[in-house]
């Protein structure tokens, strides 16, 4: 099983970047999934949620100009990212709290690096 994330690259500020993220392998089920980010000398930060439900939950920070969303019958977690600004780059990381028939942990993406030009 892993997580594939892909959708960065160089961008105005002011710009979009749609991330998205697919799981596969031999998966039953992925409850919540989301996007952590870490920017240059910076923690890495929470940046949304989304239950396997669809109930959502984003960073202030982020607030209004990011959505998260997933898509079930594609095991897939995208982040809609509007009004980019500077202090967005990072590099992002999509993660999923994975079952199989024998093993239920969190899964993590490789990382995609974002870059917001002034």
């Known amino acids: 099983v892993q997580l594939q994330a892909s959708g960065g690259g160089l961008v105005q500020a002011g710009g979009s970047l749609r991330l998205s993220c697919a799981a596969s392998?031999?998966?039953?089920?992925?409850?919540?999934m989301g996007w952590y980010r870490q920017g240059p000398g910076k923690q890495r930060e929470l940046v949304a949620v989304?239950?396997?439900?669809?109930?959502?939950s984003v960073a202030d920070s982020v607030k209004g100009r990011f959505t998260i969303s997933r898509d079930n019958a594609k095991n897939t977690v995208s982040l809609q990212m509007n009004s980019l600004k500077p202090e967005d780059t990072a590099v992002y990381y999509c993660?999923?709290?994975?079952?199989?028939?024998?093993?239920?942990?969190?899964?993590w993406g490789q990382g995609t690096k974002v870059t917001v030009s002034s």
């Open positions: 993660y999923g709290v994975i079952s199989t028939s024998s093993m239920r942990e969190t899964m």
């Open positions: 989304i239950g396997s439900g669809g109930s959502t």
């Open positions: 392998g031999s998966i039953f089920t992925i409850g919540v």
